[in-house]
Nanobody, 122 residues
């Protein structure tokens, strides 16, 4: 079982920045594609960003491209989501996810964290 724990959420002003972290344990972190999803109240969970197991490729939703950056630190078994130029519409619970491949991750993921709240004030 791959365990994922998110952290780094909080309250920031519009235009500010946050860095989310997702710490993995239990299995070989480097073998998985990793990603971030988010869900606002009353809305469907949506894809935000992903990074392949070898960190060769990254993928972003159009809504965050140019503002967010996903990265991973293999030695620390951690994936990050650097969020810049935050907007009120970015307010949501952010979930870390993992899967064997990027395609599987986008379909629905295989492992999920508990989520961390990000609130952006206007």
């Amino acid at each position: 079982q791959l365990q994922l724990v998110e952290s780094g959420g909080g309250l920031v002003q519009a235009g500010g920045s946050l860095r989310l972290s997702c710490a993995a344990s239990g299995r070989t972190f480097s073998s998985y594609a990793m990603g971030w999803f988010r869900q606002a109240p009353g809305k469907e969970r949506e894809f935000v960003a992903a990074i392949t197991s070898g960190a060769v490729s990254t993928y972003y939703a159009d809504s965050v491209k140019g503002r967010f950056a996903i990265s991973r630190d293999i030695a620390k078994n951690t994936v990050y989501l650097q969020m810049n130029s935050l907007k009120p519409e970015d307010t949501a619970v952010y979930y870390c996810a993992a899967a064997r491949t990027y395609s599987i991750l986008r379909i629905g993921g295989e492992y999920w964290g508990q989520g961390t709240q990000v609130t952006v004030s206007s």
